[in-house]
């Protein structure tokens, strides 16, 4: 995040561009917001609820905070989730290592699933277009964050992203974290749902390697299970691990390739948003 | 290297306790971080430094309090230290617990240097 006002660091390092039919209207810079809260007097709204306790008889000079840390992106985090809310948009944050298939899952369920339930999607990559470019092709709209160096995507990046895509309301928006299995764990988007997604060609352990990332999905994803014949990745033994470090996630074991399994995973989005619904 | 992520919001937050106290200097600051927290300290010493380069906890000391990870057994009741996610119960073996500490990721203090006294 920026050290000036929280809205993610270096303001000109993070881009947010929208990508397909609506490409000529777009690349905002993330300096613009930036600039504007500058000249707004330097204000820095939500940073001003925590409250300095001053204990008698203790030394004055020492300011006992107890603030979180990351209140500031949580409460970003909220203001997102309240106006996913008020447009009824189910949000999932997908997060996996790189190349686990992310896109490609992405790719074919917009193909499959946005005739009967609109979609929209936000991107998130260090560097290139390339991952907007594969979904605008399917005819979704879709905006890309680029973190230049960040390793995750956070709440700020997320609401600037918002502005330009302007999702529909009565639909699903899945938000394509940066391929990482550490980092995006610690920061919430004001997702209703967070999605892990592994490939059987990473290993089954990857939960206990990674434990922060499957503690904190509800469901995970195991993706390419059309290569199980080929490597040494045993379904059981990942579910056991799962069960290690978080309690009863919902696995959904698929192929983004063949199509095997996807129809479970259209399944548990139809029921996901009909419940979010209610 | 989501450490240098973190460093910038205790930045942040560092300064707008500081403008709200008064302005000054900031001589130490003390953090509440828990084994459980998904915060690497030798990540967060090494970014620290990057991170603080310029702003006021430039030069400040930095106290780090690592509070150890408890659990509590959903099977057995057993209260015991949890230092990894993936640890089980050492009573019974269970894996499903209650977290009662170590997830704590918090700005304690801040200590501000003395002002000059004015005469």
Known sequence: ?278 | MHELSIVYSIVSIARNELEKAGGGAIEAIALDIGELSGIELTSLEFAWDIGVHGTCLQGAALHINRIAGQAVCADCGEVFHKPQRWDACPSCGSFLHGIQAGEELRVKSLTLAEMPVST
């Open chain 1, 1 to 278: 995040m920026c050290t000036t006002c929280g809205c993610s660091q270096p303001a000109e390092a993070v881009t947010v561009q929208l990508v397909g039919l609506k490409q000529k209207d777009a690349i905002l810079k993330a300096g613009g917001v930036h600039a504007q809260r500058q000249q707004r007097g330097h204000h820095h709204p939500s940073h001003e609820t925590g409250v300095a306790v001053q204990v008698e008889g203790q030394d004055p000079q020492l300011l006992q905070l107890e603030l979180d840390i990351l209140g500031e992106n949580n409460r970003l985090a909220e203001r997102n989730r309240g106006y996913f809310e008020a447009k009824n948009i189910l949000a999932l944050n997908l997060v996996s290592s790189p190349g686990s298939g992310k896109t490609s899952l992405l790719e074919r369920t917009l193909r499959e699933l946005q005739a009967e339930l609109p979609c929209a999607v936000i991107e998130g990559d260090q560097q290139t277009t390339n991952d907007a470019d594969r979904i605008a092709a399917t005819g979704a709209p879709v905006v890309q964050i680029n973190t230049g160096k960040g390793c995750h995507l956070d709440a700020a990046m997320v609401r600037r992203a918002l502005k330009p895509l302007n999702p529909p309301s009565d639909s699903l928006l899945f938000i394509e974290n940066v391929g990482n299995l550490v980092c995006p764990a610690l920061f919430e988007l004001g997702e209703a749902v967070r999605v892990a997604i592994i490939s059987v060609t990473e290993g089954d352990d990857k939960p206990l390697k990674y434990p922060d990332i499957f503690h904190s999905a509800q469901v995970v994803v195991v993706n390419k299970i059309d290569l199980l014949p080929y490597v040494p990745f045993s379904l059981d033994a990942l579910r056991h691990n799962l069960s290690r470090v978080s309690h009863n996630p919902r696995v959904i074991c698929l192929s983004a390739y063949t199509g095997e399994g996807v129809e479970a995973w259209y399944q548990w989005l139809r029921d996901t948003f009909s419940s979010h619904q209610a």
